[in-house]
């Protein structure tokens, strides 16, 4: 060993034992973090496994793409797993029986739904990472957060014709500067659901973008983007509808009913190595009574209904019905 080595690992040794604790290591010492999976499979792979420990993941999207209801299903992964779990609701949506329905134990979820500003969403962050007693906490939405500035003048409350420009992109960047330490020691993951807002209007090219500054974008580990796909790529069912035509025969045709509807998922940023790259997309099945699927196996199973235009013609289709099962 050189001196001028031996000097540096005095050095990292006096520093590390002035600040009480291992500050200053070799790369070769870090350890990899853990994630915490979704649960839903496809989800996992795409952004490298599931949500990564000690850091923050952003999904958003438009109104009704199921941005609630996958986090919910990755509490209720996470919770199979004895994992500590916290949802800040500020849109104040949260139904305790689709979160049920979802395999969500709402007894040992930790829920805030009466924060009256965005300081005090983000001081629950900050205070549950402290103590390191959270490991997923899910922000739901970051678009309701209200910071104090916005509501309050002085100690006065504000008119809601005052315009307080960016107040919120000014908060969440000095959240991301004070709490990511405390995120990333409690290795506590944390996941921010946005709203789009349309970038571009009046001009002659628009898109959808996410609002909340560029300290979002830039401490999200993973951003995630979800819209709704076409139409023909829903899960359907089948059925038989009968109904008597116009001879007085008694027919049916197969009908298709949509199920649910297609999610696209278009991975916008990511510091995994195992995730799939960026500007990747793949689309996810969501069913209206389970959420997000892996697949969605075809039922051998075909319902029946009965397109009747009167009871007379309702009780012959039944009874013909009832003679085939006989």
């Known amino acids: 060993m050189n001196e001028r080595r031996k000097k540096l690992l005095d050095t990292m040794k006096q520093f590390n034992k002035g600040q009480k604790e291992e500050i200053l290591s070799f790369g ?29 993941t952003v999904i958003y999207g438009g109104e009704k793409v199921g941005k609630s209801t996958l986090v919910l299903q990755a509490i209720a992964n996470a919770q199979k797993d004895e994992k500590l779990c916290c949802y800040i609701d500020l849109e104040h949506t949260f139904d305790k029986e689709r ?14 739904e009466k924060c009256e500003n965005a300081e005090q969403a983000l001081e629950i962050i900050r205070t549950l990472c402290k ?3 959270i490991d997923l906490v899910v922000v739901d939405s970051i678009q309701a957060m209200s910071p104090k500035n916005e509501q309050e003048n002085k100690g006065k409350e504000r008119e809601l014709a005052s315009k307080e420009i ?9 959240f991301f500067r004070v709490v990511s330490p405390d995120v990333f020691n409690a290795q506590a993951s944390v996941i921010m659901i946005g709203q789009i807002r349309i970038a571009g209007i009046g001009s002659f ?29 829903s899960p359907v069912r089948k059925f038989k509808e009968y109904f008597i035509d116009p001879e ?30 960026e500007g990747k997309e793949i689309h996810l099945p969501f069913l209206y009574n389970k959420g997000f699927v892996d697949t969605v196996k075809e039922s051998e199973d075909i319902s029946i209904k009965i397109d009747a235009k009167n009871e ?8 013909n019905l009832i003679k085939k099962e006989i």
């Open 131 to 133: 103590q390191k007693v």
């Open 99 to 112: 979160a049920i329905s979802l395999g969500v134990n709402v007894e040992e979820l930790v829920l805030a």
């Open 248 to 277: 007085g025969k008694i027919r049916y045709s197969t009908q298709k009913e949509a199920i649910g509807f297609d999610v696209v998922m278009k991975l916008e940023k990511t510091k995994s190595s195992q995730s799939a790259k």
């Open 166 to 174: 960016a107040e919120l992109a000014r908060t969440l960047s000095k």
């Open 28 to 56: 070769n010492e870090a350890q990899e973090k853990e994630v915490i999976p979704t649960g839903i499979k496809a989800v996992d792979e795409f952004i490298g496994g599931g949500t990564k420990r000690g850091t923050f």
């Open 312 to 319: 007379e013609q309702k009780k012959k289709i039944k009874d």
């Open 205 to 233: 090219y628009t898109h959808a973008d996410l609002s909340g500054g560029e300290a979002l974008k830039h401490w999200a580990f993973t951003r995630c983007f979800v819209r709704r796909g076409q139409k023909s790529d």
